[in-house]
Structure formats: structure tokens, C-alpha cells
């Protein structure tokens, strides 16, 4: 019988016995009679060891023509190892080569940024992109969990959208049958009519932003999640993302302590952003707090990375900054009670100059207002009128936040720049791969 084909992430169970494993040759070495492979099959990494007096010549020669990255399946005896990574070791056996590579592009030495994002579809089998996205996936796992532990529905938003959500100067535009159409910026105003038909709602999935910013929080296409919920005011939207943003990230702490330690991210830095609550900064004294500081900043100005980077310095824990001039923000946000200059907005800050994560507010309810700040802010009221119904048939307060992925892993990881947390980047100069 032939022995079991096994992953790597599977060793521990077959201890003491022969398996075959199949994968790419991450590295290999020698010393004298001995060739040692280090196999990697995406769940890990493996020591494997072709002994020549052992294997015979076919196998031998075999090892000896691999090069990096070349496919193989090699087969051999699982021996605990305490100085082996992983704690086992291959005692090689048999061994096939699938496809012999030429020199592999991305090698030991320093490459560009430039370099390394041509050939992001290869970069992709390095350990470290390899941690950071394996996060990535994690983090979007545990977003799923909680919205459908706390009873939301999953509304899929189309990308093909007839209007702007978030501000025309970033609008991706395509022709449609004869017609113009936009790729979605947001699934906010497709969220907000299914609120009333589930009550608590989310969205998941790609959306689009000419951005023609150059930054390391500025991405063309990037990931974002956003919960909409009937009934929900300004102050319980608070308390929503303070409860989301705690759980998926002690989730995630929890199950890539692995990966965290691989990309050598200091965990005590993002360990008091898993505990509530998260300060919460006025609009206002944001201002002052930046003045305090030495920035120039005057009421009515919109943050940029610096001041963000600011604000959030003063804190070991993700800042919740509030009531925003309603001029620097959206048409849909509720203008405060208090002061209806101002929008019941929210912008969560993370730590360490990630900046805005989430970016969140209250929904204006009444059809009069929203009308205006349409005509406002010069939208083809047209093509609002169908989002206007949420206000005519059982216009009801409600509330709700997007959090951007990308940022969010780049900032779980320790990682500068937001192209590195999303697998194939898509910013102003790059397209490609
Ligand atoms: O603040 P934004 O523009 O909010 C909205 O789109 C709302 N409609 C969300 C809602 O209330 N349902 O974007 C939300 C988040 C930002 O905080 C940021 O994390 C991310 O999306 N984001 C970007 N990430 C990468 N590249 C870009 N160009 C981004 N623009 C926004
Ligand atoms: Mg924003």
C-alpha cells in the first residue's frame, strides 16, 4: 500500500510513520552525503533528509538536480525533532521531481518594493506575505462570525452602481448598454432599504476609489465591511464598533500567534485595543489636542495621515473621533441635536500611524433634509430617488460604519504600507499583476 499523502500541518499525527508530502522546494543545502530539502506546502515548512547511502542513486540524482521553487513529492519517515522548526524532521525515502524550475525571480538579496509588487503573484509563496495574508484571511473569518453570531443577514451590495455614495471625485466610471455607470464606492445605500427588510445587516466585499493619492492607506480597490442596524442611534453605533472592533481582534490574536511572531509584530502594542472601552475625542478637541501639539489645525478641516497619526499617538488604543463639521462629511449623516452644524459621524483612528479604519455615522431620517443635502452637494437627484423611499415608506432612525480590510490588517501586522495586506494591489500606477 502506498504511504498517505499528507500536509505539513498534519505531521503531528503520523509520527513514526512513512508519508508522502507534496510541495514546492522552499531551499535546499548539502553536506557531504546529505542533502537536505526544506519542503513547503502553504501549511508549513519541512527538513527533509536525503541520506545517499539510504535513498540509492535514483533518488539521490534526483535531489541533486532540484532547484528552489522546482514542484516535487517526496515521501519519507516523520521523526520528532526538537531543533527541527515545526519539531519534525523527513527521513526521506523516495522522491519525485514534478517540475524542475528555472532560477527562481525573487531571490535572498534586498529587491525593490517595485520589483517585489511585478512579481506579486510570486512574492506570494514568501514567509512573510504569507503571514500577513493568512491573517487577512483570518481577520475576514472573524468578521463573518461575529455579524452572523449577533443575528445579521448578509445583503451582497452590486458593483455596478448608478450613483456615487461617497463624494464624485473618486468615481471609477464605465459605460453600461449605452448608458454610464459606476463601480460601487460603498454598499451603504443598498444597505439601508435592506435594514428595513432584516433589521441588522451587513456587506462584505470589494469596492472602488479613483484615489489619486499615493500613500500607504490608499488603495484603488480595496475590501470593506459594513453592518447597517434599524433603530440604532449614534451613541449605540459607538458601542458597536468598540464591541466588533475588540472581539474580531482578539480573535484574531488568538488563532495567528504564528504568523504575528513570523512578521516579529510586538503584541503588547496591539494588546489594549482588545479591551473597551475606546476613548472617545471629540471633533473639537481633536482641534485643540492637534494645536496643543504643534499642528496648525482650524475648525472646518478635514485629517489627513498626519494630523490621524496625531490624535491617535495620544492613545495606546484606537480613538473614536466624533461630530465632524457636516461640511467635511458625507450628504446622509444626521446632523447632531446639539449643534446641526455638525454630523453624528464617527472616525476610529488606529494606533501607530495606520490612521482611519472605520469611518461610521447616523442616517439622516427625514426626506426633506436629505433631498436638500442631494441638491447640495449636486447628485443627480434622479438617481437618488429609490434611496429616498427608505424615508417615505416607514422612515426609521438607523446607523452604520465601514471598516476598511487592508488598513486593518496592514495595522494588525505591523505592516507600513496597505498594498502589502490585500493579495493583488490595485493603486494609481498599478494594474498589474
Ligand atoms: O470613510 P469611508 O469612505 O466610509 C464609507 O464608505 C461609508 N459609506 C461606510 C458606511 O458607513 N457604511 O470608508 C470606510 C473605510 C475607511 O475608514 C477606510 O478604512 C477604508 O474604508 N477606505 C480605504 N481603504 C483603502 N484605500 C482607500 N482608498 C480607502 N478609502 C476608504
Ligand atoms: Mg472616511
Given at each position: 500500500m502506498e504511504p498517505p499523502v499528507i500536509t505539513i500541518g498534519e505531521l503531528k499525527q503520523h509520527e513514526g510513520d512513512e508519508v508522502r508530502l507534496r510541495g514546492w522546494v522552499y531551499n535546499w543545502r548539502k553536506k557531504g552525503k546529505i542533502r537536505f530539502v526544506i519542503l513547503r506546502d502553504g501549511f508549513g515548512y519541512l527538513q527533509c533528509v536525503v541520506f545517499r547511502p539510504e535513498v540509492g542513486e535514483e533518488v539521490w540524482e534526483t535531489a541533486v538536480a532540484l532547484t528552489r521553487e522546482s514542484s516535487i513529492e517526496i515521501q519519507g519517515i516523520v521523526v520528532a525533532d526538537e531543533r527541527a522548526p515545526g519539531g519534525y524532521e523527513l527521513k526521506v525515502t523516495g522522491l519525485i521531481s514534478i517540475q524542475i524550475a528555472p532560477e527562481f525571480p525573487i531571490g535572498k538579496k534586498d529587491h525593490g518594493v517595485d520589483f517585489l509588487l511585478n512579481h506579486r503573484h510570486l512574492w506570494l509563496r514568501s514567509k512573510r506575505q504569507h503571514a500577513i495574508l493568512h491573517i487577512r484571511s483570518e481577520l475576514e473569518y472573524a468578521i463573518r462570525e461575529y455579524f452572523h453570531a449577533n443575528n445579521f443577514t448578509l445583503i451582497d451590495s452590486p458593483i455596478?452602481?448608478?450613483?456615487?455614495c461617497e463624494g464624485t471625485s473618486t468615481l471609477f466610471e464605465t459605460e453600461y448598454f449605452g448608458d454610464t455607470a459606476y463601480l460601487s464606492q460603498s454598499g451603504q445605500l443598498y444597505l439601508e432599504p435592506a435594514a428595513a427588510a432584516f433589521g441588522k445587516v451587513y456587506c462584505f466585499g470589494p469596492t472602488f476609489r479613483a484615489e489619486k493619492s499615493k500613500t500607504r492607506r490608499h488603495l484603488a480597490e480595496f475590501w470593506m465591511v459594513e453592518p447597517e442596524v434599524a433603530w440604532l442611534r449614534f451613541d449605540g453605533l459607538l458601542e458597536l464598533i468598540e464591541d466588533f472592533v475588540t472581539s474580531i481582534l482578539s480573535r484574531v490574536l488568538d488563532r495567528c500567534a504564528e504568523d504575528l511572531k513570523r512578521l516579529e509584530r510586538d503584541i503588547s502594542v496591539l494588546e489594549?485595543?482588545?479591551?473597551?472601552?475606546y476613548p472617545r475625542l471629540d471633533y473639537g478637541d481633536a482641534i485643540a489636542a492637534l494645536n496643543a501639539h504643534g499642528v496648525a489645525a482650524e475648525f472646518g478641516d478635514d485629517f489627513g495621515g498626519d494630523e490621524e497619526t496625531v490624535l491617535a499617538s495620544l492613545n495606546d488604543r484606537p480613538v473614536m473621533v466624533t461630530r465632524y463639521p457636516a461640511g467635511i462629511k458625507a450628504f446622509y449623516m444626521q446632523p447632531d441635536p446639539d449643534d446641526p452644524d455638525r454630523a453624528l459621524a464617527v472616525d476610529v483612528l488606529a494606533p501607530e500611524g495606520y490612521g482611519e479604519i472605520i469611518g461610521g455615522s447616523e442616517r439622516i431620517g427625514s426626506l426633506e433634509l436629505l433631498e436638500r443635502r442631494i441638491a447640495e452637494n449636486g447628485l443627480p437627484r434622479q438617481a437618488f430617488d429609490w434611496y429616498l423611499d427608505v424615508r417615505r415608506y416607514g422612515g426609521f432612525p438607523h446607523s452604520g460604519f465601514g471598516m476598511g480590510i487592508e488598513r486593518t490588517t496592514a495595522w494588525i501586522c505591523g505592516v507600513h504600507h496597505a498594498r502589502e495586506a490585500i493579495p493583488y494591489p490595485r493603486t494609481m500606477n498599478r494594474l498589474y499583476p
Open positions: 455596478l452602481t448608478p450613483a456615487a489594549p485595543a482588545t479591551q473597551r472601552p
